[in-house]
């Protein structure tokens, strides 16, 4: 095992973005060790201020998803900042010539610029819709029916708050730029890597075969509640106003679930009476609403520490709904006991348990998580380093307003 | 451009699953093109059946997350079908070696044993939580305070119907899997990648703020109904009973939207009498009840054919909530259209419109949709292909119960 180098120490990605989709990709590539070099204009992107803020302002948004990224604030949309900014992307070396956006580029930016100036540059932009019109995370989500299908149907559609197919169109944006970047390695050859955020989600919504069961089977699935579709599952309130997730996939997983509980024998009986079987997943869906009742006053009477005292079989398949607090209070695998978290002092902003990737390489250290840059803070020291320009070359560039970051950035 | 070599065209990935996450991943390496070899226990894994079914009992599920894939079906049990398995994870190539698990493997298919055999293994497993205890989509997403924000809080938790984590953590696998082939490329170095679905979950609701946010500012998010979070974005009923979103981050798009609904001026005079500013996405966040309560009636008059013609500026940002069957009839990005799907023919099943990837590669083909083996299909192909066992010796282990897939597999 090589101590010294991350997995993808070396590469490096120029990102050029906002919001949450583009951000995140290049966030998973710097915790696998690239050097992702965000370019922002002058003051910032559009997300600078995104909520939430700490208490002087700050967004904290930024601070996550910029985190061990290097941040260069130029003028582009100046003639020679947008040409710094291609210089930067172009810049020659087998690991570079890299760029990741999720912004409208032309001219100098464009891909058929960009490609004039480094014929193997690997370009990958994230778009809303194919057609190029705008898109975000809830204006895809509405379009492919899962809110519709969230709660209990009465009260018309439930939004989704993690943005999920952002986070799903960033790893896409990496497993994208990583198949490309073989690609490259093996013949060469660069491209020009397409992909948009409402494909994203109608693309995962197809493969999880909800369009097949809609044109097959001609029915429309409905709301229905906390319980799992296909198998056994549902939510329950505690004595104590908690409330847990249970389910049971694995007749293992079931037969846990009655001898933990003791109610197999009364609901095999009720089951019986219904025509419901329980034996197998699809027999246990049929049958939720009777299982959910005899399990609710179960778990009603008890509270959320007697529950966890009797669920300690291994087969059972359950766990507590939890505020973000209260995972931080209570969930080990959320805490310093996790390699994955540590607790990290951004500066400015105070000791936040901060994640590194969840990909554990076993032949490969795993990057410490960071922290994100101030803006522009590593303008001089990119165009020294990526482009070879010397201190009066960078400080002409300030004097005449293309670049930022100050005079701590050309440190 | 080759017209002939998808991206990942010759990878060569043994993949022993079952459920969500894993099969999802080999798909997206399928839709690139690789040789994803999914390997079953005779008579199939757990998900063989796994709900929604077509009227002939197959499971549309299985059909769909495991389309463009070989299966080889054997008695994983045994140790001679252990034994088999292995040497198919390891066989020799420089584009093999690759297996990728959601399931406990150990003695000949444990990492130790596999990489004594080839030690350039590439193995990637993925866990339910770290310490190896079994999760899933649904007890992991109950776990990061997700299901305790959505809704308007009032009914308690509320699950998240998409499998989010389980999508995000198969990009993942694919994103490290890639990222440790280029390393074995550039070092001839293999290694065991470990993930875990809590990981995912817990790093990504930290990456997205919500941890800094619960730890700097102190406090705790609550349920916010069908609000855009940090910006203005709400969902409406219009006249014909349909639902919209409608959302405005920049101030570009809040100017569209108040010029295509008149509404600026009565605002902009309610919002003054209350001390709320419009001019900046913060303050439209603040006032959201009171622009909720001016447009809600807006849309309520209108149908929302009648809003889509007024509604025509691009700026806009805005979607109709669709359930799957109105995404199929109204939404031409979700149809042939769209060169990311195609109307597919799946044996057995029918025509169903099948997503490729949604990667546009410039310099690499699209792979088209394919449709998935039937259960142990490849097992003779795979068997001849990838170890050079002669027709006698398959027969042999056919006769043995070491294999199965009938003799259709054998073809």
Known sequence: ?????????????????????????????????????RVDPIGGNIDIGRLPLDRNGRSLYWASLNRGKRSVELDVRSPAGARLMAELITAPGEHGGIFVTNLPVDGELGYEALAR???DLIMVQLAGSPDGTNALDYTVNCAVGF??????????????????????????????????????????????????????????????????????????RRADGNYLYGAYGDSFATADARYLMVVAISDRQWRAL???????????AAAGALGHRLDDEAGRYEARELISAF???????????????????????????????????EDPRCSEANPIFRNVEHPGIGTVLTASTPLAFGASPRVPPGVAPRLGEHTGAVLADVLGMDAAAIEGLRAAGTIGGGAAGAS
């Open 1 to 37: 095992m090589n101590q010294q180098r991350a997995i993808l120490d070396g590469l490096r990605i120029v990102e050029f973005s906002a919001f949450v989709a583009a951000p995140t990709s290049g966030l998973s590539m710097a915790q696998l060790g690239a050097d992702v070099i």
């Open 117 to 119: 100036r480094r014929p």
């Open 295 to 329: 399990l609710r006053p179960w778990f009603a009477r008890r509270t959320l520490a007697q529950i966890a005292a009797l669920f300690t079989d291994r087969s059972l398949l359950w766990g507590p709904y939890r505020t973000v607090r209260q995972m931080l209070d």
């Open 147 to 220: 809110p519709l299908l969230t709660g209990d149907g009465r009260a018309g559609p439930i939004n989704s708050v993690m943005p999920a197919w952002d986070v799903i169109a960033a790893m896409t944006i990496a497993t994208g730029l990583l198949a490309a970047e073989r690609h490259r390695r093996l013949t060469g050859e660069g491209q020009f890597v397409k992909l948009a955020l409402s494909d994203v989600a109608m693309a995962t919504t197809a493969n999880l075969a909800y369009v097949a069961d809609a044109q097959v089977n001609g029915g429309e």
């Open 258 to 268: 009655m001898k933990a509980t003791g109610m197999g024998d009364a609901l095999q």
